[in-house]
């Protein structure tokens, strides 16, 4: 089946790091991915990881995928006030789909 | 430079007025799709073209229609709007090969009244 979780709120103080978690349970998703949105706007793509790999790195953002427990997570070094946004973690699937999870919602505060 | 655009970025339409909305890309994607998504929950996939073939979920009501005439342009149509329609719709585009990276729109928001 499938079914893409996360928590829905994080709360994190401006400058320390924030970890957003995500499990999924298509075993056979190729890629896995990170959306942001902001209020009223479109979803932007973040990151991706194949699933051949267990960990990437881009700038700020970092990556980490357990494909054992099917667990994702996204780590946000020093989080900024621009950082506060909803973000999506996603699984592709067949059919050139993707399953999203729900959502978590970031508040940073000052 | 925006690569998915959707237009309008806002839709009053009145209830049961049929309502079209539109995307264009400029990424020479194959694939096309159209989500609704509502008060910040996931977006949830309405239909996709690969191509010109056309791919509807099996919960999409049969109110909303797709139309995609063109690599560029794809079209959401709602025959009937009903309270329940307001939304906000989401354009997305992808190659259409393994990596499903799809790229979004900046969204048209509905509302009906």
């Given at each position: 089946g499938e079914d893409v979780e996360q928590s829905l709120f994080l709360s994190v103080r401006e400058g320390d790091s924030s970890v957003i978690n995500c499990t999924y349970?298509?075993?056979?998703?190729?890629?896995?991915?990170?959306?942001?949105?902001?209020?009223?706007?479109?979803?932007?793509?973040?990151?991706y990881i194949f699933s051949n790999m267990d960990m990437k790195q881009d700038?700020?953002?970092?990556?980490?995928?357990?494909?054992?427990?099917?667990?994702l997570s996204l780590r946000i070094a020093d989080t900024q006030t621009g950082d506060s946004a909803i973000y999506f973690c996603a699984e592709s699937i067949r059919d050139y789909k993707l399953s999203f999870g729900a959502g978590t919602t970031v508040t940073v505060r000052a | 430079d925006a690569m998915v655009i959707q237009n309008p970025r806002y839709q009053v339409t009145q209830f049961g007025k049929p309502v079209t909305l539109s995307c264009s890309q400029t990424l020479n994607h194959?694939?096309?799709?159209?989500?609704?998504?509502?008060?910040?929950?996931?977006?949830?996939l309405l239909f996709h073209y690969y191509d010109k073939d056309f791919n509807n979920e099996a919960d999409t009501p049969d109110n909303f229609q797709?139309?995609?005439?063109?690599?560029?342009?794809?079209?959401?149509?709602?025959?009937?709007?009903?309270?329940?329609?307001a939304a906000m719709y989401l354009c997305?585009?992808?190659?259409?090969?393994?990596?499903?990276?799809?790229?979004?729109?900046?969204?048209?928001?509905?509302?009906?009244?």
């Open positions: 349970t298509d075993s056979s998703s190729t890629y896995l991915y990170w959306y942001k949105q902001e209020p009223g706007a479109g979803l932007q793509l973040l990151t700038q700020r953002l970092t990556v980490l995928l357990n494909k054992k427990d099917k667990h | 194959n694939v096309m799709y159209w989500y609704q998504q509502k008060s910040s929950q996931a977006p949830k797709s139309r995609r005439p063109n690599t560029s342009f794809c079209f959401l149509d709602i025959r009937s709007p009903g309270l329940g329609d997305a585009t992808s190659r259409g090969g393994e990596n499903t990276e799809a790229f979004f729109g900046q969204g048209t928001r509905l509302t009906v009244v």
